[in-house]
């Protein structure tokens, strides 16, 4: 899960590279997927090592979902351009995805850990 975490950083940095130079280059706030990429990319990178795994894939759950909850609350604003709409549209999807794959996986996880917790032999007194 954390190559799927590295990529979502990597697109979510993208979006909003793209959507700050699609609005001319003029308002920060258009870096905001980008701002929610980068902590993501970390977590990916901090996750690639087995020790820090749960904590760094929990932390990027929250990320993701602190960025679907700003995008989506945000999207239907009036008076906004058009490259803005998309990006926040574009941005909402991807850490909406995001936060779905990760309840997935924690789901799995938690499975086959109770399953190997089941398989094992109890100890005899």
């Known amino acids: 899960m954390y190559r799927v975490t590295i990529l979502f950083g ?3 940095g993208i979006t909003g590279i ?10 920060m706030t258009a870096l905001i997927p980008a701002f929610i990429g980068i902590p993501l990319f970390v977590c990916g990178i901090i996750a690639a090592k087995e020790a820090m795994r749960m904590m760094a894939m929990h ?3 929250l990320i993701g979902l602190i ?9 239907f604003k009036a008076d906004q351009e058009m490259a803005a709409i998309i990006s926040k549209a574009i ?8 936060v779905g794959l990760c309840v997935r996986s ?3 996880a ?6 190997a917790e089941a398989a ?6």
């Open 91 to 98: 941005t909402s999807v991807l850490c909406a995805t995001f």
């Open 120 to 125: 094992e032999p109890e100890p005899t007194e």
């Open 110 to 115: 938690r499975k086959s850990r109770e399953a």
């Open 106 to 108: 924690f789901i799995q």
């Open 18 to 27: 793209v959507g700050f130079y699609q609005t001319g280059a003029k308002h």
């Open 67 to 75: 960025g679907f909850i700003g995008a989506a609350a945000t999207l």
């Open 59 to 61: 932390i990027a759950i």
């Open 10 to 12: 990597v697109l979510l």
